[in-house]
């Protein structure tokens, strides 16, 4: 009986959907589970990385010097905004209560992506940022679930779904992709997958299509200028 509510208690917090944001954007990380008044709390990053200590006698709270100025606590719901992110931000957050031992209240993945920036009309490539293997398939999906191609690597064959057809070029040796002729309504996620036994993730990529000039305003490119 009380094993097995060791392990309820041991799995109650489980990591959430990996939140995607772009360099220079923040993010805000909350507490999944229960934080009693008497608890210390410290957010931690991959494992080690202090971030910021809050101590609850005190009320004080203090950011390790990596993230002074960039970071802010709520002393309300311990919750943590990280701003400015950066491509070495990208890894596992977790919260830490602690009184008389450590329980970890909050686990999050956050992935960083640098922007890729195309006017409507542009190519834009994507490389693999990932080890894939020969024996590997692979295939390039937008945002999170629409296909674009799939490449088998037994007979060496392309096959790009309908809606990319034309549009899409798949390069074998490096397993990059190059879109052409981008609208706006390709902006979005574009990600890589992998798969052998099991899928793995080889390349991330955040796309935004602006518009060239006000000029070219039209009904399909509208409102995003540089
Ligand atoms: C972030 O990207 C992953 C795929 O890598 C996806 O599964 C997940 O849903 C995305 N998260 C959000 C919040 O959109
Ligand atoms: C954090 O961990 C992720 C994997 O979870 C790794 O890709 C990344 O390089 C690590 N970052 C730092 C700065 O340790
Ligand atoms: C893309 O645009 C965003 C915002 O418009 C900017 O912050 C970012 O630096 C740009 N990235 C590149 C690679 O030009
Ligand atoms: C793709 O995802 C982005 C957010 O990541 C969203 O702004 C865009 O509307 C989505 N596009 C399509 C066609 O689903």
């Not at 099991?198 to 070219?216: G, L, P, T």
Request: with cysteine; glycine share 4%.
């Amino acid at each position: 009986m009380m094993l097995q509510l060791i392990f309820i208690l041991s799995t109650l917090i489980s990591i959430t959907e990996p939140r995607n944001v772009s360099v220079g954007d923040s993010v805000h990380l909350d507490i999944q589970d229960l934080v009693l008044p008497s608890d210390d709390l410290f957010w931690v990053f991959n494992g080690s990385n202090n971030i910021l200590r809050y101590y609850s006698h005190t009320k004080q709270t203090k950011p390790y010097p990596a993230y002074e100025g960039r970071v802010e606590f709520n002393e309300e719901t311990y919750s943590l905004t990280l701003k400015n992110l950066q491509r070495t931000d990208s890894g596992l957050y977790e919260a830490k209560a602690s009184d008389h031992e450590d329980r970890v209240v909050a686990k999050h993945r956050v992935y960083v992506f640098e922007p890729r920036n195309v006017s409507v009309g542009d190519s834009v490539h994507l490389d693999i940022q990932d080890l894939v293997l020969p024996s590997d398939d692979l295939f390039w999906v937008f945002n999170g679930s629409n296909n674009i191609l799939r490449y088998y690597s037994h007979t060496k064959q392309t096959k790009p779904y309908p809606a990319y057809e034309g549009r899409a070029e798949f390069n074998e040796e490096t397993y990059s992709l190059t879109l052409k002729n981008l609208q706006r309504t390709d902006s979005g996620l574009y990600e890589a997958k992998a798969s052998d036994h099991e899928d793995r993730v080889v390349a991330k990529h955040r796309v935004y299509v602006f518009c060239k000039s006000v000029e070219e305003e039209t009904q399909q490119c509208c409102c995003y200028y540089f």
